[in-house]
T-cell receptor, first 112, second 111 residues
Framework: EAGVTQSPTHLIKTRGQQATLRCSPISGHTSVYWYQQALGLGLQFLLWYDEGEERNRGNFPPRFSGRQFPNYSSELNVNALELEDSALYLC???????????FGSGTRLTVV | GQQLNQSPQSMFIQEGEDVSMNCTSSSIFNTWLWYKQEPGEGPVLLIALYKAGELTSNGRLTAQFGITRKDSFLNISASIPSDVGIYFCAGQVNTGNQFYFGTGTSLTVIP
């Protein structure tokens, strides 16, 4: 069974540009979660999607947005990139029992 | 959001030593999870706890769901170099809610 897959693995953007990160959950998982992990820091909750709807949002500005597609894959968009957006962005998925998350390996976003 | 405090923040131990870390919250949780993250990778689930007082083992790892439901503990026995990484706890208030993550404990094992 394939795990949670994220693409791209690495992404380099310049300040002010937009970044799009993608996530495919484990087959059968309907919930997708996005977390930001800045260097040396913990996991900061960004967004939670379930069945195509945004369930909850962390304390991040509106330029962080996303969506979930009918096949449950998800996209995270970051507009007007700032240097401090440089981080590892982790996607996780869970099934309808919500008993735990499975994480992908992340997308390393570097803003220069 | 919920605050989960992990301690210690970092540990430097000799190979073969036992390790203990804990996680406390201001809220009562019904599920506790422990994850390990290695450099450049996403966190990997180690142990899941679903009942207060529950003690669960996974090889050399043992975790407990505190009876107050506001804390959890992770022990690693006879540490080895591959135990190096950051260990995160995560808690869930109710089934169907998101998990909140702790601040992490960075473990370094000296051969």
């Amino acid at each position: 069974e394939a795990g949670v897959t994220q693409s791209p693995t690495h992404l380099i953007k310049t300040r002010g540009q937009q970044a799009t990160l993608r996530c495919s959950p484990i087959s059968g998982h309907t919930s997708v979660y996005w977390y930001q992990q800045a260097l040396g820091l913990g996991l900061q909750f960004l967004l939670w999607y379930d069945e195509g709807e945004e369930r909850n949002r962390g304390n991040f500005p509106p330029r962080f947005s996303g969506r979930q597609f009918p096949n449950y894959s998800s996209e995270l968009n970051v507009n007007a990139l700032e240097l401090e957006d440089s981080a590892l962005y982790l996607c996780a998925s869970s099934d309808s029992r919500w008993r735990g998350y499975t994480f992908g390996s992340g997308t390393r976003l570097t803003v220069v | 959001g919920q605050q989960l405090n992990q301690s210690p923040q970092s540990m430097f131990i000799q190979e073969g030593e036992d390790v203990s870390m804990n996680c406390t919250s201001s809220s009562i949780f019904n599920t506790w999870l422990w994850y390990k993250q290695e450099p450049g990778e996403g966190p990997v689930l180690l142990i899941a706890l679903y009942k207060a007082g529950e003690l669960t083992s996974n090889g050399r790892l043992t975790a407990q769901f505190g009876i107050t439901r506001k804390d959890s503990f992770l022990n690693i026995s006879a540490s080895i170099p591959s135990d190096v990484g950051i260990y995160f706890c995560a808690g869930q208030v109710n089934t169907g809610n998101q998990f909140y993550f702790g601040t992490g404990t960075s473990l370094t094992v000296i051969p």
